[in-house]
Structures are given as C-alpha cells and as structure tokens.
Nanobody, 120 residues
Framework: VQLVESGGGVVQPGASLRLSCVVS????????MSWVRQVPGKGPERVSG????????DYAESVKGRFTVSRDNDNNTLYLQMYNLRPEDTALYHC??????????????WGQGTQVTVSS
C-alpha cells in the first residue's frame, strides 16, 4: 500500500493550493479516505473525509467553507482544494486510509505528507 501526496508549498495568506494523493496497492474505491494535518508539538487534526464513492464528505469547523475534498476513483487519486489559506493552516498534510466509516478517526495507512506553509 502506498499513498503519495503532492501539491504543498509556501504561499501567502489568502492564496489557494490543491493537494493530491495518488494511492496504489489496494482497491481505492472501496475505502473512505481522509486528510489529516500535523503541526510539531500538537496532535493530529482531521481536516476532511470522504466516503468510498465520494457521495459523502465532511470537514473540520476550522476549514469548512474554504476546503473541498474530492476523489477520482478511476485514477486512484484523492484531492484537497484549499482556498483563502490562513497562517493557522500551516502544517504537514497527510492522506490517510480509513478503517471502516470515513468519519471515524481510525486509520491504517498514512502517506508521508506534503508541507503547506502560509506566511506573509
């Protein structure tokens, strides 16, 4: 199983970024997926999740209305579109595979992460 994120970078407040996560080694369309971010010295924060078919999604209150999660099951790719980025969004963003329902914070595989830094 592999999850490989990309798309992070250093941006100014108010900018947008689109993160991608290409997966392999399992039947992607059978699993709920999530994005989890980590800041050194803090616990992981679940940002967003999406059901296996893509029909259900949810978001942390801190990103609701600014981030959009989506998936392309034909191309084994998970996305996180981020708008109006804020300095507090600075973190290492991981793509993770859910165990069971996508809203449960139970994960069995993590990608290595892509760094997002929002700074003026």
């Amino acid at each position: 199983v592999q999850l490989v994120e990309s798309g992070g970078g250093v941006v100014q407040p108010g900018a947008s970024l689109r993160l991608s996560c290409v997966v392999s080694g399992f039947n992607f369309r059978s699993f709920g997926m999530s994005w989890v971010r980590q800041v050194p010295g803090k616990g992981p924060e679940r940002v967003s999740g999406i059901s296996s078919g893509g029909g259900s999604r949810d978001y942390a209150e801190s990103v609701k209305g600014r981030f959009t999660v989506s998936r392309d099951n034909d191309n084994n790719t998970l996305y996180l579109q981020m708008y109006n980025l804020r300095p507090e969004d600075t973190a290492l963003y991981h793509c993770v595979r859910n165990i069971g329902w996508y809203q449960d914070e139970n994960y069995d595989y993590w990608g290595q992460g892509t760094q997002v830094t929002v700074s003026s």
